[in-house]
């Protein structure tokens, strides 16, 4: 897993911001395109399996912190039910 990971990110000039990765039928929605890049170079450059390392370094990352507390605030908590038209 480590060689392709590997393989992967040394396919382009610059992975952190053009790695393109294919998703098929099952992408999910957890992470943005841009994320999955951060994590796929930061696992390629820690080294696959350093679990411990990733987290750390997902913690320490701004994006990652940004999406975490948006994704924690709510502008409306208990919104009205609309009525149907």
Not at 1 to 6: C, E, Q, S
Not at 22 to 49: A, P, Q, S
Not at 57 to 81: G, Y
Request: charged letters at 30%; a positive charge; glycine letters at 4%.
């Amino acid at each position: 897993m480590a060689t392709a990971l590997k393989a992967k990110v040394q396919s382009t000039d610059n992975p952190w911001n053009t790695l393109t990765l294919k998703y098929g039928n099952n992408r999910g929605k957890l992470f943005t395109e841009e994320e999955d890049r951060f994590l796929v170079c930061m696992t390629n450059e820690l080294g696959y399996g350093n679990w411990d390392d990733l987290k750390r370094e997902v913690r320490r990352a701004p994006d990652f912190r940004f999406e975490t507390r948006a994704l924690t605030l709510s502008p409306n908590p208990n919104p009205e039910p609309q009525p149907k038209p």
